[in-house]
């Protein structure tokens, strides 16, 4: 058995009679389904002084069994509504519960994503999995403890605060022969406790018992860098992803899109495909897919199949460098100020010595995701049961609900493993596609996007400038310091797919738009005498089906605003002939970020000194760059070492010092590895990913027009400083690191050439032109 | 018009039906079930569909099934078992690699081949080698460590 369960095959009933049957295989009924959730109810209405039921609760965020189940066996299944997208948070959580039960790691098994196991706590998102997901968790397994205790009280006789806990045992301390094992208190039936939820669900979802969770220093799980469980599988084929489901009558579904961004079919020649067997057109206004019952087959009919597209005018700019002028000159559809507004910055303007002023681009990145989504989706007149890679299943069930007007009830989500993720990429697509392809056609539809669909067609980062002015008096002293974001919103369409305005699906089939908004501004400390952050939005390019919608890519829009204040705290502190390190501790004022600064620049041996370097000469030239970066409650401070070969303009990032700090640390090794793969994809936005386009449609649609970083330009060295606080909350850590990189890579490449560089990407032929 | 094919596939034939242009990747997976390779890119740039033909990694994406023959194809279920596992499955799993693990087969089938024709390869060879698969969730770092210690346990 593997940490972490899945289904044993893709019934409903059976999965539930799995799920089920883990925890009421003694002594309970068989017969478990999910429509007895009701009854259960009214069973724990009737009894309400037991603290056991044999027949599961509802599955409520205010029932302690929709996290924590103990089994016949002494295995604890721990339920949970977010999910490992490959960070290794699967192990984290199952420390987290055994910590707080005092029960072995090995026991606890990790049942994640699933809308029929787990409650909404927000999916796969903002690095909340730990942080939010996990202080659930932790706050159930807590209670489960507590409440076992107590019925170990009245079985031993012996008072609760005189019990201790041990492998899932409960012992007398003074008369350990007197014990019970948890799963003989509770074994095979299911907790029927009441929590103190607080009315929310998703990322906000907290209930917590009145159990208080350890206190860190007792701690033997957290902290400790257990393996996960989910490699082995891997590497052997043992595991199933998404696109590896196999329903009974499933048959395979294609997608066509528009060859202009916003045409929509006008005529479609049924009979160019009559040869393909199986073969079948799905269409609805702007939507259109086919089905064939062999994947191949299907494939050639979306190539083969006769339409006419309707003239539409090209929505987008000719050229793909457009897009900044665009933002620019675009009326502000919403502005907002945020982070800490302080003094007057027009009026300390008016008295500075001198002003620095710079102005930064970020192209459009997509999530160009190791493979292109899939879904399988089976739509019944009773029941839609839904297989997707989605990083918010309970979203998607919402969504497929939603699109297809059935009860959210009727319909079953399960996540099971996509390939690859990063955000709101084009899994919720994929699988709003799917339930309506397989409505049409009244069976189980597997559909996989195409790979020019994925990197063509997914929801993408937004593009943005970033201005940046610093008032500097007579002394050198920053006085005043203002920023600005202007770009299209961070969200044109919504985080989750649990809306069909904010899916492909839905717009192509006229479900009238309801555009999301907004920006961000810098997270730093940086304490400044008069301080002005803000953010502007521009309206998109095209208002429905496009494939510029814009929505999260990993650390939705940190990496651009912390590429422009974090370089432009370095052309300051060139300006002013400081050292970046130096500079910034002049004015950086929460203790924690000074500790990961000064614990970044130890570990990388900065000596100090100002940028530019002036001791090179040649066409090869080495720099090393500093940013440093809050993203909630977790900072990062991030020291860059480049090699750049001036003649061919590429620049190899060549080590990487990265410090930080997440409050309490659940799994160094982990948490080591999760900031590996951030740095290299962080290098990879900076060097090379933009998402280009012409007059009529994306243009970037494969590896080619869509390069990442590859394994010959891998850094050498990533180092990390990992700062524990066992006291401090644990905090996001599966994108901060993501954030400084580009600004980072930046200050070291003026370091090395005294030339600034303030577009991404960083690609040859554009750091070629910046220097000549 | 499909054509019947007899296809060698970790040390089993299987008859299959299927058009003579349709990619060996659609065979393996629609045809024999395999949840491995992977389809990533359909183009031969990213290497997530990567088997063995006779010894050497292919593309089967890019690979017409009517061109395989009587070659012995190898997947990475083939490579290797819990039981018994290549050095590389072995050394994935020590060293943690990888994130979502769309792109293993790729990574680990190229690496197998090149491994097993060169010992004690540098750096530089490794990355050589393994130029142009893709991995987005970037654990290049973790592929490079676990081709080193496979390496070392290939000798």
């Not at chain 1, 707080?100 to 796969?124: H, I, R, W, Y």
């Not at chain 1, 299911?190 to 969770?213: E, M, Q, S």
């Not at chain 2, 063995?52 to 490579?79: E, N, Y």
């Amino acid at each position: 058995m593997t940490k972490i369960e899945k289904p044993a095959n893709f019934s409903r009933r059976a999965l539930l009679k799995a799920g089920g049957a883990l925890v009421v295989s003694i002594g309970a009924p068989v017969t478990f389904d999910f429509a007895q959730a009701d009854d259960a109810m009214s069973t724990q209405t009737m009894g309400a002084a037991a603290t056991s039921v044999a027949i599961k609760p509802a599955l409520t965020p205010d029932q302690l069994s929709s996290y924590i189940a103990v089994n016949a066996d002494g295995t604890i299944a721990a339920y949970f509504g977010k999910m490992d997208m490959g960070h290794g948070i699967a192990v984290a959580i199952a420390q987290m519960v055994a910590e707080e039960l005092d029960a072995p790691f090995s026991s606890v098994k990790m049942f994640m994503g699933d809308t029929a196991t787990s409650v909404n706590q927000g999916g796969a998102s903002g690095s909340t999995g730990i942080e939010d997901g996990g202080k659930q968790m932790r706050l159930a397994a807590a209670e489960a403890r507590r409440v076992l205790v107590e019925m170990a009280a009245d079985k031993l006789g012996v008072p609760s605060d005189q019990l201790t806990v041990r492998d899932a045992v409960v012992y007398a301390k003074a008369e350990p022969a007197k014990k019970v094992a948890y799963a003989e208190l509770v074994g095979g039936r299911y907790f029927n406790v009441l929590l103190a939820w607080n009315g929310k669900i998703g990322n906000p979802l907290l209930a917590p018992g009145k159990a208080k969770p350890k206190d860190p220093k007792d701690y033997r799980v957290v902290g400790q860098p257990i393996k996960r469980e989910d490699v082995a599988p891997r590497v052997f084929a043992q595991l199933d992803f998404v696109t590896d489901v196999k329903v009974p009558g499933m048959v395979h579904g294609r997608m066509i899109r528009p060859p202009v961004a916003g045409a929509v079919p006008v005529k479609i020649d049924e009979t160019s495909i009559n040869d393909i067997p199986g073969a079948k057109v799905v269409s609805n206004q702007g939507f259109l897919g086919v089905v064939a019952d062999k994947e191949w087959d299907a494939i050639k009919a979306m190539r083969q199949l006769k339409v006419e597209w309707s003239d539409v005018k090209p929505p987008f700019p000719e050229k793909t460098s457009a897009i900044y002028d665009y933002i620019r000159n675009s009326p502000v559809r919403k502005k907002e100020v945020g982070g800490k507004t302080v003094g007057d910055v027009e009026v300390a303007f008016k008295s500075a010595a001198r002003a620095i002023e710079a102005e930064y681009e970020w192209p459009f990145q997509s999530h160009a995701s190791m493979g292109p989504a899939c879904a399988v989706v089976d739509v019944k007149d009773d029941q839609v049961t839904i297989w997707t890679g989605s990083q918010k299943p309970h979203y998607t069930r919402d969504g497929v609900a939603a699109i297809l007007g059935v009860a959210p009830e009727k319909v079953h989500a399960m996540w099971i493993p996509g390939p690859g993720s990063y955000g709101r990429n084009d899994a919720g697509d994929a699988a709003m596609d799917a339930a309506l392809l397989s409505k049409a056609v009244g069976k189980p539809v597997r559909l996989q996007y195409m790979r020019d669909q994925a990197t063509g067609w997914d929801p993408k980062g937004p593009a943005s400038i970033h201005r940046a002015r610093a008032a500097i008096d007579a002394s050198g002293k920053v006085i005043a310091y203002e920023f600005m974001s202007k770009g299209l919103p961070r969200v044109d369409v919504n985080s989750n797919e649990s809306q069909p305005h904010d899916t492909l699906a839905g717009q192509l089939t006229g479900v009238a738009l309801k555009s999301g908004d907004g920006f961000a501004v810098p997270q730093e400390s940086y304490g400044f005498d008069n301080k002005y952050t803000y953010w502007e939005t521009v309206p998109p390019l095209l208002d429905r089906g496009s494939p510029l919608r814009t929505s999260h890519l990993r650390d939705p829009v940190g990496p651009q605003i912390h590429f422009a204040s974090e370089s432009f705290m370095d052309e300051v502190a060139a300006e002013l002939k400081l050292d970046p390190i130096a500079f910034r501790l002049q004015y950086v004022r929460d203790p924690r970020d000074i500790a990961v600064i000064k614990a970044a620049a130890e570990k990388a041996n900065w000596q100090s000194r100002p940028s530019p370097r002036k001791d090179q000469s040649g066409n090869k030239v080495s720099g090393r760059g500093f940013a440093y970066v809050q993203r909630g409650p977790t900072r990062v401070a991030i020291v860059a070492e480049v090699d750049i070969d001036r003649t061919t303009g590429k620049i190899w990032a060549r080590k990487f010092t990265v410090a930080h700090d997440c409050g309490q640390i659940i799994n160094p090794d982990g948490l080591r590895l999760a900031i590996e793969g951030n740095v290299v994809q962080g290098v990879s936005r900076t060097l090379w990913e933009e998402v280009k386009f012409n007059a009529k449609a994306v243009t970037s649609v494969d590896w080619m027009t869509y390069p990442i970083l590859d394994i010959t330009e891998m850094p050498e060295t990533i180092e990390a400083v990992l700062i524990d606080h066992p006291e401090i909350a644990p905090s996001g850590a599966g994108e901060p690191s993501t954030r400084p990189v580009a600004a980072a890579i930046a200050n070291a490449v003026f370091d090395a050439t005294g030339v600034r560089i303030r577009r991404v990407p960083f690609s040859p032929d554009n750091v070629k032109s910046a220097l000549s | 018009m499909k054509q019947s094919y007899s296809l060698n596939v970790n040390g089993t034939v299987h008859k299959i039906e299927a058009d003579e242009d349709m990619p060996l990747l659609y065979a393996l997976r629609d045809d024999l079930g395999l949840n491995n390779p992977h389809f990533g890119c359909g183009l031969a740039q990213c290497g997530a569909c990567t088997v063995h033909v006779d010894g050497q990694p292919v593309r089967s994406c890019i690979t017409p099934v009517s061109s395989v023959g009587d070659s012995k194809v190898v997947t990475l279920a083939g490579l290797g078992s819990p039981d018994k596992p290549h050095p590389l499955q072995a050394a994935y799993v020590e060293e943690q690699v990888p994130q979502c693990g769309y792109c293993i087969n790729g990574w680990i089938m190229t690496a197998a081949a090149f491994l097993r024709d060169k010992k004690k390869p540098t750096d530089d060879e490794i990355k050589s080698a393994l130029q142009g698969l893709k991995c987005r969730c970037g654990t290049h770092m973790g592929i490079l460590r676990a081709v080193k210690r496979a390496a070392t346990m290939m000798g």
